[in-house]
């Protein structure tokens, strides 16, 4: 009998749709409700990531653009290879706050968890403008763009409220206050690259991706957990 009635329903589009769609809402619920409703930083291990400056998340937003992280992760795991060549494995707590995860699932190119502070702002400035003068016979795409192209400021208090109704923590800054944030920050590496001998203007794509990339690995605190061990 059962076997009658499954032959039937496989015949019949209408009550198998409706009985597939109530298997993936209840398998659904069951994953997603916990998710939403658990206290995150009970994940994040000994580190929870500190906000992204506006700036850094105007580069971030270039970076997802490009697809960056088709070639490139942004999760080093456990495995002591790993560990050797990109240094300490990642926490959940250090991407919490991105929308989306970067963590990728393909390493065509290194693994950029760690490669905040690893190179100076002239080296990023070259790669991304010729990635083949810095890596012989690399694949990478060239961003030269990125030199002419203009930041986007404009949209950053837009995004960062976004940010906070996702859960962020971003201060009450107000529009005028994440615009001069942002441009300060651009200024101090446009200073920072002459002083390297690259020159650009402080308003320029590639600042704003360079401020980024500089900051990973880098901006993350001791959970209270954490530190209430120590």
């Not at 650009?200 to 209430?228: F, H, N, R």
Request: proline content about 6%.
């Amino acid at each position: 009998q059962w076997g009658d009635w499954y032959d039937r329903l496989l015949l019949n589009a209408l009550p198998f749709t409706v009985l597939t769609f109530i298997a993936v809402a209840a398998g659904g619920l069951i994953q997603i409700v916990p998710m939403l409703t658990i206290d995150r930083h009970l994940q994040t291990e000994d580190r929870v990531a500190a906000v992204y400056t506006p700036l850094e998340l105007a580069g971030r937003d270039l970076y997802v653009r490009e697809g960056c992280y088709t070639c490139h992760s942004q999760m080093i795991r456990t495995l002591v290879p790993d560990v050797m060549r990109y240094g300490d494995y990642s926490r959940l707590g250090e991407s919490i706050w991105d929308h989306p995860y970067q963590w990728g699932s393909k390493r065509t190119g290194p693994d950029l968890a760690r490669v905040g502070g690893k190179y100076n702002h002239a080296w990023h400035y070259d790669h991304m403008r010729d990635p083949r003068s810095i890596s012989v016979g690399s694949n990478m795409p060239s961003y030269a763009g990125m030199l002419t192209a203009e930041t986007d400021y404009a949209s950053l208090p837009a995004k960062i409220r976004v940010q906070r109704t996702l859960g962020v923590p971003y201060p009450a800054w107000s529009d005028s206050m994440i615009e001069s944030l942002a441009k300060a920050q651009a200024e101090e590496i446009a200073r920072d690259l002459q002083a390297q001998g690259r020159y650009t203007e402080p308003d320029k794509e590639i600042v704003a991706l360079i401020a980024y990339l500089q900051s990973l690995g880098k901006k993350w605190e001791p959970t209270a957990t954490a530190s209430a061990a120590r």
